[in-house]
């Protein structure tokens, strides 16, 4: 399970396969113990290094391979307490339960702790991390370039930008996400860091309170997310032109240099294919935690990642493709934080720019009517357009977008 989210992790950081791979020993010698725990494996229980205890999980239950009862640290035939619990860890007790809800008769299960240590450290920090990382840079780049002004000065005359429908589905979008954002880092970060603040009686109505906000005010974002990508996704499609953007980093550190770009230019492509590929992610996996076993798919996504050997690529060996229902919340939980936490990186950049980080930019988003200095300074191709289907179009009949 540790392997698992360290993957995941590593995978959404992008960092090296050999700083999470470490291998299982091959089959020790137990001869000295008669099978049983050796020295090595307490040592390595202790350096919290895998250990190969098959031999613990094989026998199970097996009253043949148990010391008999009459050696001085002999089990009861086979069938002592140690066997009992072994049985429940490795899943092969005979386990009836009176609830028929997946994972009932799982009343053992590893990955837990796991889980919870991920949850509890690199989830918290990292990404805790990350997001002042992100305002840090924005600091600098604001100490270093200045708020990014109209060169030619504010032209006085507008050009429609966004039309009503598309601001609405912007701020919806927007306006889900930021609750959605809050409420998640005071569920994430609550325990111990606002519980010291404000006392768990006030924890306490205000983690309720943030829950209930969270999981209802998700519909209003997944809507939104369908909005905003089928309005604008023809318009975010990629373009040769993209790389030029992209190779002068859209003119945005040098005064001067501003590259032709069309509707979107290639730093707005890639904010809304963020959104969309890492809104859709963490839409799927928030569902799956809104309704509790019902939707597992971690399994099945690691099947399909096996056959294309994906885990190779990044020096790990296969990755389970045998879940219990509980390691699936688990995986659930931990992959929707890492995709939050990419998500409010990338978001803070944007409301930045989007805000008070550049002159005339908030008003595309605020009337829909932008200043066309700026838009020919940002989105030259898109005012040329513009310009050309109003005067195609017959006279009296409003301007195309
Ligand atoms: C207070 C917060 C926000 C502000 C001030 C803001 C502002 C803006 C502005 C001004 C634009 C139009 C840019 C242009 O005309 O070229 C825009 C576009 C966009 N916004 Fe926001 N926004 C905010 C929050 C969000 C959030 C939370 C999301 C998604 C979760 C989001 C997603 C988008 C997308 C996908 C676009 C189109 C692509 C782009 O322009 O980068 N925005 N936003």
Redesign the pocket.
């Given at each position: 399970m540790i392997r698992i989210l360290l993957l995941t992790l590593a995978l959404s950081l992008g960092l090296p396969a050999g700083l999470t791979a470490q291998e299982t020993p091959p089959d020790p010698d137990r001869s000295a113990t008669g099978g049983a725990q050796t020295l090595e494996d307490i040592l390595r229980r202790q350096q919290g290094l895998p250990i190969d205890d098959r031999f613990r999980r094989d026998a199970t239950g097996d009253p043949s391979v148990a010391a008999p009862s009459t050696d001085q640290l002999g089990t009861l035939g086979g069938a002592s307490d140690p066997e009992l619990w072994r049985a429940l860890r490795y899943g092969t007790a005979d386990v009836t339960a009176s609830t028929s809800t997946p994972g009932a008769t799982l009343l053992m299960q590893d990955s837990g702790a796991a889980w919870l240590e991920f949850r509890e450290g690199p989830l918290r920090t990292w990404g805790g991390y990350a997001v002042l990382g992100m305002l840090g840079l924005l600091i600098l780049f604001r100490l270093l370039r200045g708020k990014i002004m109209i060169e030619a000065g504010p032209a006085g005359t507008t050009i429609e930008?966004?039309k009503p429908i598309e601001r609405f589905s912007?701020w919806l979008?927007?306006g889900s996400?930021?609750l959605l954002a809050i409420t998640g880092l005071i569920v994430i970060f609550g325990r111990n860091g606002l519980i010291d603040w404000i006392g768990k009686d006030a924890y306490a109505n205000l983690a309720q309170v943030s829950k209930w906000v969270h999981n209802n005010v998700a519909w209003a974002f997944m809507l939104a997310l369908i909005l905003?990508f089928v309005l604008?996704v023809l318009r975010n499609l990629p373009h040769y032109r993209d790389l030029v953007w992209l190779a002068k980093a859209g003119g945005l550190f040098s005064k001067h240099s501003h590259p032709p770009a069309g509707k979107?230019n290639a730093?707005?492509k890639l904010?809304?294919w963020s959104?969309i590929l890492l809104?859709v992610s963490v839409s799927a996996s928030g569902l799956a935690l809104l309704f509790p076993f019902e939707l597992p798919m971690f399994a099945k996504t690691f099947v399909a990642l096996n056959q294309i050997g994906a885990p190779g690529w990044i020096g790990m060996d296969p990755l389970p493709e045998q879940l219990t229902p509980h390691a699936e919340m688990q995986l659930a939980q931990a992959w929707h934080g890492i995709v939050a936490f990419a998500?409010i990186v990338i978001?803070i950049a944007?409301?930045y720019i989007?805000?008070v980080g550049m002159e005339g930019?908030?008003d595309?988003?605020g009337d829909g009517q932008?200043d066309l200095n700026w838009a020919k300074e940002?989105?030259s191709l898109w005012v040329e357009e513009v310009q050309a289907d109003a005067k195609a179009a017959p006279k009296g009949a409003t301007p195309a977008e």
């Open positions: 930008r966004f912007h979008l927007a996400f930021i905003v604008w979107f730093g707005q904010i809304f959104v809104g998500m978001i944007h409301i989007g805000s930019a908030f595309a988003m932008v940002h989105h």
